[in-house]
């Protein structure tokens, strides 16, 4: 094996943690500009599509999404990004 084929096998590792950050980047962008219930859907879309990556992508593959075991990470994002979503899709702005 080559060393730029390493470098890129250890870089590819960051791609689902990457994936994750992007969503949720975007989501805390379109919060601090007054976009709150739009901004908080893809923050816990963002913990969803974790807990997806972090089912289905290989321990070795998953990098910095690994916080403990695959099923409590799994049940952990899948359960923080469902409370998020539920408190997001049903507080209504006072008017």
Request: zero cysteines; glycine letters at 10%; aromatic letters at 8%.
């Amino acid at each position: 094996m080559s060393e730029s084929s390493g470098g890129r096998s250890r870089l590819l590792t960051y791609v689902p943690f990457g994936l994750v950050l992007l969503i949720a980047a975007v989501g805390f962008l379109l919060v601090s500009m007054q976009h709150w219930r739009r901004g908080s859907v893809l923050l816990g879309l963002a913990l969803l599509v974790a807990a997806g990556l972090r089912a289905v992508v290989p321990p070795e593959r998953v990098g910095l999404l690994a916080i403990r075991s695959r099923v409590v990470d799994v049940l952990l994002y899948s359960g923080f990004g469902v409370a998020i979503l539920a408190v997001a899709l049903t507080i209504e702005w006072p008017r």
